[in-house]
């Protein structure tokens, strides 16, 4: 009966996917009616209505592979003689197709078509329109192909030594192929039924409870678990594993537990505590149940991203969900709350509503970083997570978003290599951006509603970004066109900058696009928007006017609010997606106000103003001795997000002025500034939350400047560490920052070696982040090799954190130069370890050439691309770096002198 529902609420929620509405209107190509297995996306002439699938996994010991069966009923829409679905790096060992009746038809052929992962079955006769036919498969594959789709994770108890297996899934986006034959496009929503064979003394796990379970003998047994609602193939979820786990309820009464492996058990307490606090959070806020009928979130000890929001089964790396406050500090623990919001968010924006294809894909993950930032701030709103997410998001994208080799948020997808490559900060943080600007224009209130309407009327279905725009625009009424708002920040790439200058009792504004390379061309690539936006205008005056318009021209005139000789903020607490330049007068009112009283701007407008005034120099917008007058009254302030601004844009002039003449003038200025905050936040733990992250940059910045305090209280602190680590235990919230200064400033191997060591034996996934970041910090050349040559040890440095370790090595400018001779050398074995199609390896060049500002590293870096032209997921990344480094000469060549010029007249010597 539960299956008989299932199957009516997908008819009746999803529907047919029509052979006239691909998965976005605009981007599918024509069909090959004679051999569509020559087209990137399955045929619409079948709908998926149920699959049942039994999955006998061999992981245990040496085991390596599985064997299952699928069954898989469609509906057909058009008449039709040929099945396919994708498979992937699997083996079909028997094809079956069934009719209404049951009838087993004769088929023509079946067949592998690599290039697009498919399996193709022919039947002698065509099936009719309107019947359903059922296509059954079985199939073998390997357990041991790399740590994505269907795959063995093996850990070592820390207590006992015994090595423990699990077998686990991770689909997102395009690996499901790899676990069972499917429909692999987010599109073909259906219902599943899952039977696990398994060892009786280990636990199996899918998206929804147990239904069954059949003993086999004493050692084995199959458990046949509920059947699903309508979901894509990507959030199914399998696990069996011996972990144990602790639970709780959701404010319904489902039942919510985290699992974990069992000598870390005791790491679960704060996800278990505050999982039902955000999920009962986003119900409320939604105003729409949580559909499933429990609530799982697993720690996996091998994972290749974050954490995947599998409906009903969220599963993370273990580090990213477990939390021991004995060995981890507030950042760590803000880390697991900020991710447990995301994911969480995820069970409506994402699972129950879902993205029709991957090109529409921030739909999930825009909506689940915005809202991560309310869920986080539900439990804890000392945080101020509501204001890091301008400081550590907004602005970080702004910059990414910036290159003229960046995208639209939504972009044509043809293959697997380019879903995994939108998995990036345009999708996620720019979507959030634009999400959070509207919900400022909109209202809280009219905001909420629309998203209510949009998750309601599209319950269980996939959806394109004109489904919210028709959401919201019914909560909106005629008075605002949202779509046509809207339309420009989501389909063309980049943002304005927006001009401010008064004539007479007027302001002047303008909008242009914002480039970081002043000699890129403005309309390149063409847009047929012309890099025109509808700019919401919200400002404050010095006086306290305020005001909001629209600015959909190139340039209008507006009334001036201003009153005198006064400052005007636009943008107003940084809600817009865009930049400000004033004409100078108002620029250094601005600067007047901060140096004499810089509590008339909020944290978030300051942090913004810096922000702004830097990027806008970078891009030759700005004079660098306004942008970095701007800076001069940080000796002063105390936030967060202004010192959070300053630390990445002034990395940005650490990297390039690294090695030249005057680099010794800009550490002094660091020093200048990070003196008086350095010396009353101290080398010691201690204050609010946001003190404590502060602390961690501050201690960054003022010991790279040389503050003598700093470098010799967190060396000693380390030394004492390293001689003992229990007796001189270090303070957890300055752990990083002393670990880094301990080996940034350390001449002795013996103290790598030290470190190395407990790296090995952490027991905490986030205190073992903590030392590889700290490894990478050294200056010795035969430190830096063997740590390179531990990553190619999965035993030493395992594969799910080798992209991290290269990413912590890149940002060491000491190392850049032995990294890129040693990537190069080893690029053809990191490939074929990870394979091209990996979204992380697709990044990893591009983001170890990303400060490369030189002519001779530039024909290096196009040498190299040239040499290995298959870029898998990276095409579009190695295209940026390409721009970047371009960007990085143009610096060195106009704007390093300004900066040396005024450093030189504003740093005492």
Known sequence: MELVFALLLLLLTVGAVSPSQPPSSSFIPEPHAEEPWLDPFLPSSLEPLHYDLYQNPDFYYDGSTFTGRVSILMSVLNATDIIIVHIKAMNITASKVYDLNGNRLTLKDTFAYEPNQYWVVRTLNPVPEGSTVTLELEFTGSLTNGIVGYY??????????????????????????????????????????????????????????????????????????????????????????????????????????????????????????????????????????????????????????????????????????????????????????????????????????????????????????????????????????????????????????????????????????????????????????????????????????????????????????????????????????????????????????????????????????????????????????????????????????????????????????????????????????????????????????????????????????????????????????????????????????????????????????????????????VLQLTTNIMNKLGVADGGSHTEKLLRTKIMKLSCYGGHSGCIQNSTSIFKAWIEDEVANSVALNIRRAVYDSGLSFSTLQSEWDTVWNRYIVATSGQEKDNFLYALTRTRDTQLINRFLGYTMDETKIPSQDFFTAIDYLASNHGAIDILWDWMQTNYDAIVARFGIDNRSLGRMVPEIVSYFNTDAQLQETLDFYALHPDAGTGARFREESVQTINTNIRWMEVSLPYVVAWLSQNVPL
Not at 152 to 162: A, F, I, L, P
Not at 241 to 255: E, M, Q, S, W
Not at 529 to 557: I, M, S
Not at 585 to 614: A, M, P, Y
Request: proline share 7%.
């Open 152 to 669: 063995k994770s093996t850990y070592v108890h820390d207590v006992t030594g015994v090595t423990s297996w699990l077998a686990t899934t991770k689909f997102q986006p395009s690996d499901a192929r790899k676990a069972f034959p499917n429909f692999d496009e987010p599109r073909f929503k259906s219902t599943f039924t899952i039977t696990l064979r398994h060892w009786s003394n280990f636990t199996s796990l899918t998206n929804m409870p147990p239904e069954s379970i059949v003993a086999i003998d004493d050692e084995w047994q199959e458990t046949t678990f509920a059947t699903s609602p309508p979901m894509s193939s990507y959030l199914v979820c399998f696990i069996i594993c011996d972990f144990p786990f602790k639970n709780n309820t959701l404010v319904d009464g489902k039942p919510h537990r985290v699992w974990a492996r069992p000598d870390r058990l005791d790491q679960v307490d704060y996800a278990l505590s505050v999982g039902p606090i955000i999920q009962n959070f986003y119900i409320e806020e939604f105003n729409v149940p949580y559909p499933l009928p429990k609530l799982d979130q697993f720690g996996v000890p091998d994972y290749p991203s974050g954490a995947t929001e599998h409906w009903g089964m969220i599963t993370y790396r273990d580090s990213r969900l477990l939390y021991d406050p004995a060995q981890v500090g507030d950042s760590g623990k803000q880390g697991t709350l900020s991710i447990m919001a995301h994911e969480l968010a995820h069970n409506h924006a994402g699972d129950l509503v879902t993205c029709r294809y991957w090109d529409d894909l921030w739909l999930n993950e825009g909506f689940a970083s915005f809202y991560e930032v309310k869920g986080v701030t539900q439990v804890d709103p000392g945080m101020f997570y509501d204001g890091q997410f301008f400081s550590r998001t907004v602005q970080p994208v702004l910059n990414t978003d910036g290159a003229n080799s960046s995208r639209p948020i939504v972009i044509p997808i043809t293959n697997p290599n380019e879903a995994n490559a939108v998995f990036d900060s345009i999708t996620y943080d720019k979507g959030a951006a634009i999400l959070s600007m509207m919900e400022s224009f909109l209202g809280r209130d009219t905001f909420r509603r629309g998203v209510t309407r949009f998750l309601q009327d599209n319950s269980y279905k996939t959806v394109v970004t004109d489904d919210l725009w028709a959401a919201f625009q019914q909560e909106i009424g005629p008075g605002l066109d949202i779509k046509e708002v809207m339309t420009a920040w989501v389909y063309s790439m980049g943002y304005p900058v927006v001009g401010i200058s008064i004539q007479g009792n007027q302001l002047y504004v303008t909008q242009k696009r914002f480039l970081t390379n002043p000699l890129s061309d403005p309309d390149s690539p063409p847009s047929e928007y012309g890099y025109q936006w509808h700019v919401p205008l919200n400002y404050r005056t010095q006086g306290g006017q305020t005001g909001f318009v629209w600015l959909d021209t190139p340039e209008a005139f507006f009334p001036s609010p201003l009153t005198g000789s006064e400052w005007i903020k636009v943008n107003t607490d940084h809600t817009g997606f865009y930049r400000v330049n004033y004409e100078p007068n108002l620029w250094t009112l601005i600067t007047q106000q901060l140096n004499s009283d810089f509590t008339g701007f909020t944290e978030v407008e300051r942090s913004n103003l810096i922000n702004d005034g830097l990027n806008l120099a970078r891009a030759e917008l700005l004079t660098y001795d306004v942008a970095l007058g701007l800076t001069e009254y940080a000796s002063s302030e105390t936030g967060l997000l202004p010192w959070d601004s300053i630390y990445a844009d002034f990395f940005y002039i650490y990297y390039m002025m690294a090695g030249t003449a005057d680099h010794a003038l800009f550490q002094s200025y």
